[in-house]
């Protein structure tokens, strides 16, 4: 049976063109009416306790041909063949910071991809210190690439690399093809040295993903009448100190480096965004209902989502 379907895959390997991406196009989520204007997918609306309902921090753009990811949390590349993505590569990935939950699902993004059929090396860009994340991640499964490119599977060397652009602190457009822009908008995210938010563009649409950060002026110009805001978020009415080592420490700490649900309202409302979306929650028991109470106490009116995995908007 394996020998069968090996022998099966292989001719249809033979048969696709090297530039045909893989898909499963029976679970496509975006209609193509939505991939011609920009289709926002949340691959992962998780955050890092280990949650079988939300992969890690991941979302996907479609426009058109392109696929671009931002984030790769862990699970990313089941929820990206959940959403009927190429398995075999995206356009670019986009890191907001280097935080482990947001990049878990980098060595799955960089080898499965490979393994499933890319070719030359995938652009990622992140803050400084992505060159060093995608060269320890290439060198520590070197066994497994040695053995892959050696042996009789015939692994396409190089396939697995990757070409890091470096975003620089002060950030600026990092994608701008065929019709999509993407720009970097550094944001205050604790200790971290550089951490964004993106802004997603095509002609028709205009996305912007927070990333981790706590409130911010940038944020709220870069946001101005967007279509969809997802942000981070924490119920404001469940921050208390925590009964645990340093856990006095805890509201400061979430002050710092998160925003709330009522002050996503308030720079929500201020920047006149038509939909947010709520995503990466650390819910501390919180409730749907206190984080959608939370965000229209601090002045958004509109249209207000919680993100669940392979979401569309
Ligand atoms: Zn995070
Ligand atoms: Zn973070």
New binding site residues.
């Given amino acids: 049976m394996t020998r069968v379907f090996g022998a099966l895959a292989f001719v249809a390997l033979m048969v696709t063109p090297a530039s045909a991406q893989r898909r499963f196009t029976e679970q496509q989520r975006c209609t193509p009416a939505q991939r011609d204007v920009g289709c926002l997918i949340v691959l992962g609306s998780g ?2 306790v280990p949650d079988p309902d939300r992969a890690g ?1 991941a979302y996907a753009f479609v426009f058109r041909d392109q696929v671009l990811l931002f984030d790769a ?1 862990a699970g990313v590349m089941r929820r990206a063949a959940a959403a009927g993505l190429p398995i075999d590569g995206f356009t670019s990935v986009f890191l ?2 280097l ?1 482990s ?2 990049t878990l699902g980098l060595p799955d993004v960089l080898l499965t991809t490979w393994v499933m059929g890319r070719r030359r090396a995938m652009s990622v860009h992140g803050p400084v210190g992505t060159d060093r994340l995608t060269a320890g991640i290439l060198s520590a499964w070197a066994e497994d690439i040695d053995v892959r490119t050696q042996g009789l599977e015939r692994g396409q060397p190089g396939g697995q690399a990757a070409q890091v652009q470096i975003i620089p602190g002060h950030g600026g457009v990092v994608h701008d093809t065929l019709g999509v822009r993407v720009s970097a908008i550094p944001v205050p995210h604790g200790e971290w040295k550089a951490a964004f938010a993106f802004v997603i563009e095509t002609p028709s649409r205009r996305v912007v993903l927070s ?2 950060a706590a409130p911010n002026e940038t944020l709220v110009q870069a946001a101005r009448g967007a279509d969809v805001l997802v942000h ?1 978020t924490y119920p404001a009415v469940r921050l208390r100190p925590e009964n645990r080592p340093g856990g006095d420490a805890w509201p400061a700490y979430m002050r710092s480096v ?1 925003t709330s649900d009522q002050e996503v309202g308030a720079l929500a409302a201020k920047a006149g965004v038509k939909q947010v979306v709520l995503s ?1 929650i650390v819910r501390m028991g919180g409730t749907d209902a206190e984080l959608r109470a939370g965000v229209r106490r601090g002045g958004f009116r509109g249209p207000l989502a919680i993100a669940r995995d392979l979401d569309v908007y």
Avoid: I, K, Y
């Fill in positions: 955050m890092p921090p949390g907001t910071h935080h939950d947001h990333g981790d981070e998160h990466h």
